[in-house]
């Protein structure tokens, strides 16, 4: 099972489709439709020993926040105290901080990071690429040698160049895979139909270019570890046969808030509504909400997120274009599976380079 922790709910960073959007979504309803545990503390306050008896050899717990490493020591604690597997999911600022004892107990981390060092630095500010960039180098050079996944933001609709830029971190050896998740249907106030219409148009048309490449380099030889193309390709050739959400909230990944309660996503850590037990008593229910029940795509993907299904901020045409671009991406990756078939049955690669790890923390569906 995978677990996230929120370690805290304070961030050392102010990105413009984070924190600056949250300074301007006023009166968008939710508290009508979720019931807050305004209880929940800021900073994690679960006692070890209920996490050393909470979790099991086998279990993974991913660190997170807020920016899980400005409670470094918590982090550090738990360590030394707990028997499991450990990742972790960061903006990067304070990687150069971690003790390489620690650092070296992480199989596997998502490192924030938008593209270019002109797109990441506009949405995360002015120093982030430059600072990422050499605390990747500092901790490959201090051995870590588990994955990086690139986490990216959408913001733009240029996909294509974006992710193009990080293919060639991942050939310097700073990343070793990628996903995204694009700026879309996560606050109320920010819906523009006429902007987001376009987006969706030039979004879709890069998805295809991307796709393109992707099949060229199988043909190749090379699988590129592109996550949403992963994910869809394994539901929609079989290898995967779980329909429920591809992150694995409310099914396979839970989420440890910092009261201690279990909840069924790491974004909505204190909504009563998706708590799930408790790591006293363990996970007493699974939450498996699914609105989607017409449509011919929700095998693949799952509902998309359950923030954004529950929350429903956007109207429903934006809510459309959102699922257009999903549409778009799942019939795109369906043209391609005779070209993979291909490459497999010819030993140009194998079904082993499509495997990934499940419900760590990639939105399998942008």
Not at 26 to 52: A, R, W
Not at 248 to 269: R, Y
């Amino acid at each position: 099972m995978h677990y996230h922790i929120i370690l805290t709910e304070v961030c050392n960073l102010k990105c413009k489709y984070c924190y600056e959007k949250s300074m301007h979504e006023f009166d968008n309803g939710l508290e009508e439709k979720f019931d807050y545990d305004m209880e929940t503390p800021v900073d994690s306050e679960v006692p070890i020993e209920n996490l050393k008896s909470f979790l099991k050899p086998a279990d993974t717990l991913i660190f997170y926040g807020g920016e899980p490493l400005v409670r470094m020591e918590k982090m550090i604690e738990i360590m030394d105290n707990v028997n499991c597997n450990f990742q972790i999911q960061t903006n990067g600022m304070l990687l150069n901080k971690l003790p390489t004892k620690y650092l070296l107990k992480l199989d596997k981390m998502l490192v924030s990071i938008d593209g270019t060092k002109e797109r990441d630095n506009w949405g995360k500010g002015n120093l982030h690429y430059d600072k990422i960039i050499n605390n990747l180098k500092d901790i490959r050079n201090r051995g870590f040698k588990g994955e990086i996944v690139a986490r990216m933001v959408i913001s733009e609709s240029d996909i294509y160049a974006q992710v193009m830029h990080l293919v060639e971190l991942i050939k310097q050896g700073l990343y070793n895979s990628v996903h995204w998740q694009i700026d879309a249907g996560f606050y109320k106030f920010d819906f523009d139909e006429t902007k987001f219409t376009k987006f969706v148009k030039e979004y879709n048309k890069g998805i295809s270019e991307l796709i393109e490449f992707w099949t060229k380099e199988i043909k190749k030889g090379k699988v590129w570890k592109f996550y949403p193309f992963l994910g869809i390709l394994n539901r929609l050739r079989g290898w995967d046969k779980n329909t429920k959400l591809p992150c694995g909230a409310g099914h396979n990944n839970f989420t440890i808030n910092t009261s201690g309660k279990l909840s069924a996503c790491p974004i909505m850590n204190s909504v009563k509504n998706l708590y799930c037990g408790d790591i006293e008593t363990g996970v007493t229910k699974e939450i498996h909400i699914n609105n989607c029940n017409n449509c011919d795509y929700v095998n693949i993907c799952g509902g998309r997120c359950l923030y954004w299904r529950e929350a429903k901020l956007w109207p429903k045409v934006g809510d459309d274009l959102i699922c257009e671009t999903i549409k778009h991406l799942i019939d795109e990756i369906k043209k391609i599976i005779p070209e993979v078939n291909n490459s497999i049955e010819k030993g140009i690669v194998k079904k082993e380079d499509f495997d990934f790890e499940k419900y760590f923390g990639p939105e399998i569906i942008p």
